[in-house]
């Protein structure tokens, strides 16, 4: 991959200072002259957001409007959390997915109102009146104004308090049953949706079945959350030395996922030396590497509402023993037998069926008294899309479109060595195409980074 290269010099001075008492224990931090996630921000909406993709919003909301009928859909903004009260360690806003997925705005406290009949679809978007004081503080927002129908696409914008009344008249006109997504629905929005009268009903999981097949404006932000997550991992190979503690090996992922652009981290960073890499969701991400360790990073970067999710396991010292990298092989080759066995009409469970199977019959005394598929307590992969963990039926067949991940691992504990492989798929016409793979994932390519000279 070929990117601009910028050292931050005052940095890369202050760096050589800590070596001399420090060898090795700190890698010079690289600023990218053009970031992957690079973007052009629109002044006027909210954090300056990136520009609506209103058609492909508006094939969602007439996808979603196929399913029902008739009815009427109703789904909530995210609010503002508080700094204070939440203990939230991030102050950045994040949408509510269902609501992104259907606008595309990273508004606050705005509802969609979807009217359906057969054949028609009406969308209100509303929108909270702006506050030029509350702005000074937190920056520009998204009136129910003109320029919020044009940047939305969505041509009927009003002003939030005109919900209840808006909701009231479309109970009359329209048939059928209310929607909203009860598991994000607070006790008010489910409370102001049962004024109008109606039977409410859970649009999670009609959402989720929508968006297990993503359009092309998700595959590209996919694609970019992939890769500056591969960035992120090569960067992490590279700097690899025994000593080094395991949240500095957190840092070179993180630095270089926000570095190439990344809005935030799809999920906490797990960076795991020795026995560390035995715990499955291990994050806290504080000992020290020790020679002769393998260590296990699984992070993914989030970028425009969609997150990565990949793993890759590396020796500390540089080189695999022989032991640990028959163990590697044996993961590496389990998952590329489940990633041959995908194609439109396989089934997750089919695919996770298949890899123990390939594990348990190629395990040898590996794993010494068991089969090492004994010890993959977890799944083979899943979902993956706006969350790690994307929703969706896993007795769904697979469609061209889809995206999960394939994540194999060999744990043993007692001798304090974990191996996982983690990447993340996507389902074809005729089969599948790795999307992560730019991360190495045989031994030779992870020791091409990771060792240095004899
Ligand atoms: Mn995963």
């Known amino acids: ?99 992104f997925y259907f606008t595309e705005l990273e508004t606050k406290g705005a509802w969609i109102l979807l009217s359906v009949v057969p054949e028609s679809t009406h969308a209100i978007l509303f929108l909270p009146a702006r506050d030029t004081a509350e702005e000074r503080w937190t920056g520009v927002e998204l009136g129910p104004e003109p320029l919020a129908a044009r940047l939305s696409g969505i041509p009927d914008v009003l002003p939030v308090d005109s919900l209840a009344a808006r909701l009231a008249d479309a109970a009359r006109r ?69 000593g080094m503690w395991e949240y500095q090996l957190e840092a070179v992922v993180e630095g270089t996922f926000r570095a190439q652009g990344a809005d935030r981290v799809g999920y906490p960073s797990f960076v795991g030396g020795g026995t560390d890499a035995t715990t499955l969701h291990y994050d806290v991400d504080r000992r020290q590497l020790r020679d002769g360790e393998l260590v296990v990073i699984d992070a993914g970067a989030e970028w425009g509402q969609y997150t990565a999710d990949v793993t890759r396991t590396f020796p500390v010292s540089g080189r695999f023993t ?50 090492c598929d004994v010890t993959m307590i977890h799944g083979l992969g899943h979902w993956l899309g706006m969350d790690v963990h994307d929703g969706g039926d896993y007795r769904t067949p697979l469609a061209p479109g889809m995206v999960l991940t394939l994540e194999p691992g060999i744990y043993l504990p007692a001798e304090s060595l974990g191996v996982r492989i983690e990447d993340d798929v996507l389902v074809t016409a005729t089969g599948a195409e790795w999307l992560s793979d730019g991360a190495p994932r045989t031994t030779e390519a992870i020791e091409r980074l990771t060792a240095r000279g004899p």
């Open 174 to 242: 329209v048939p059928g049953d209310v929607y909203l997504p009860l598991a994000a629905a607070t006790a008010d929005e489910r409370r102001r949706v049962e004024e109008a009268g109606r039977a409410v009903r859970d649009v999670g999981p009609l959402v989720d079945s929508l968006r297990l097949v993503k359009d092309a404006d998700e595959l590209r932000r996919l694609r970019t959350a992939i890769d500056i997550t591969v960035l992120g991992h090569i960067a992490a190979m590279q700097a690899v030395r025994p």
């Open 1 to 99: 991959m070929r990117y601009g290269r910028l050292v931050l010099l005052g940095c890369a001075s202050a760096l050589r200072a800590q070596v001399s008492v420090a060898p090795h224990a700190v890698t010079p931090f690289v600023v990218p002259a053009a970031p992957l996630g690079r973007w052009t921000p629109v002044p006027q909406l909210p954090g300056m957001g990136r520009p609506v993709d209103t058609a492909a919003v508006a094939a969602r909301r007439r996808a979603l409007a196929r399913r029902i009928a008739h009815g009427i859909v109703l789904i909530p903004a995210a609010h503002e959390r508080s700094l204070e009260r939440d203990h939230i360690q991030d102050n950045d806003f994040r949408q509510s997915n269902t609501f």
């Open 322 to 371: 022989p032991r640990q990298k028959a163990i590697y092989d044996l993961v590496l080759a389990t998952q590329q037998v489940a990633f041959d066995a995908m194609r439109p009409g396989a089934r997750v469970r089919d695919l996770d069926r298949l890899a123990r199977a390939y594990m348990r019959a190629h395990s040898g005394t590996l794993c010494g008294a068991v089969t």
